[in-house]
Nanobody
Framework: VQLQASGGGLVQAGDSLRLSCAAS?????MGWFRQAPGKEREFVAS????????DYSGSVKGRFTISRDNTKPTIYLQMNSLSPEDTAVYYC??????????????????WGQGTQVTVSS
């Protein structure tokens, strides 16, 4: 399975952005992670196989929304009220073993190439 992330860019604080991640094959749980310069990769959001169950990190809950369209198949990350602290490379991930949204980060089987999100103040 290959994952192609897109939608990153340069925006101002308070703006919105939507990321997409297209999968080349069937996947179950999928997620978004991000890595800021000098920091470790961190969990952002995840979604179960049919889109009913989602998980979010505390720093994005209420501002970001993860969703999926299994007819494509693609997941999305709608990011609202962006702040400079959201600046990072965003990576999508996919599991072919876990169906629920609670996937141990090391258990994802596939990763996308990353898309840069930069939020200016």
């Amino acid at each position: 399975v290959q994952l192609q992330a897109s939608g990153g860019g340069l925006v101002q604080a308070g703006d919105s952005l939507r990321l997409s991640c297209a999968a080349s094959g069937r996947t179950y749980a999928m997620g978004w992670f991000r890595q800021a310069p000098g920091k470790e990769r961190e969990f952002v959001a995840s979604i179960n196989w049919n889109g009913v169950s989602t998980d979010y990190s505390g720093s994005v809950k209420g501002r970001f929304t993860i969703s999926r369209d299994n007819t494509k198949p693609t997941i999305y990350l709608q990011m609202n009220s962006l702040s400079p602290e959201d600046t990072a490379v965003y990576y999508c991930s996919a599991s072919t073993r876990y169906m629920g949204s609670s996937v141990p980060p090391r258990s994802y089987d596939y990763w996308g190439q990353g898309t840069q999100v930069t939020v200016s103040s």
